[in-house]
Structures are given as structure tokens and as C-alpha cells.
């Protein structure tokens, strides 16, 4: 059975830092580049990070450029990304997905072949 697990979300006050994990068993998870979605209530789903199958490279969003970094553990079949000075407008479930490349940081769903089911990350100011 396919699986995405995300976890490590949680409160945090503003300025402060989380990391989130992805967790993927079922598939070869090094193939795959894993991208991290975010969606707050009300707004569109939007791409945060990519993170090319291998040792990348790694895109991100203007948003949180400087601010977040992910890193690969293949041999663990984990993604990583830590978040630091934190925003309120960081706030939102953050979703990994797997997709055969990163699309140069379009952040296109139409690849995404495996989802995760979602942590919540709540910024307060």
C-alpha cells in the first residue's frame, strides 16, 4: 500500500520554527521528487517547496524563500522541511505529494501521483 505521512505540525508563535516530515513506504521513494503544498481556510492550495528526486535540486516559493529549506534522507525514505521565522500567513494544513519531477518549480498538480493526507500548522502573533 502507497503511503504519505506527514508530520511535525503544531502552534508556534510568530518569528518561531517547525519541521515538518514526510514519510513515504509503498513505492520507490527516491524516484520521486516530493513537493509541499499548503492551504489555508478560504484560499487556494498553493506550492511551497519542490524537491527533485535524488539530491535535487530544490525549489521554492517566493513566499517562503530564506525561510524554509528541505532535505531528502533517502535511505529513510523521508522529505524535510524546516520552517523558520514563522508568519501568521504560514498558517495552513501542509500537504506533501510525490510526482515523477518537480516541473521546475511550476508547482503543477497534474504529476502528483501520491498525496498525503495533511498537518496542521498554526502561526499565532
Known amino acids: 500500500e502507497v503511503q504519505l505521512v506527514e508530520s511535525g505540525g503544531g502552534l508556534v508563535q510568530a518569528g518561531g520554527s517547525l519541521e515538518l516530515s514526510c514519510a513515504g513506504s509503498?513505492?520507490?521513494?527516491?524516484?520521486?521528487?516530493i513537493t509541499w503544498f499548503r492551504q489555508a481556510p478560504g484560499k487556494e492550495r498553493e506550492g511551497v517547496s519542490c524537491f527533485s528526486s535524488g539530491v535535487g535540486p530544490a525549489y521554492y516559493a517566493d513566499s517562503v524563500k530564506g525561510r524554509f529549506t528541505m532535505f531528502r534522507d533517502n535511505a529513510k525514505n523521508i522529505v524535510y522541511l524546516q520552517m523558520s521565522s514563522l508568519k501568521p500567513e504560514d498558517t495552513a494544513v501542509y500537504y506533501c505529494?510525490?510526482?515523477?519531477?518537480?516541473?521546475?518549480?511550476?508547482?503543477?498538480?497534474?504529476?502528483?501521483?501520491?498525496w498525503g493526507r495533511g498537518t496542521q500548522v498554526t502561526v499565532s502573533s
Open positions: 505529494a510525490a510526482s515523477p519531477y518537480c516541473d521546475g518549480g511550476t508547482y503543477s498538480t497534474k504529476a502528483i501521483d501520491y
Open positions: 509503498g513505492f520507490t521513494y527516491d524516484d520521486y521528487a
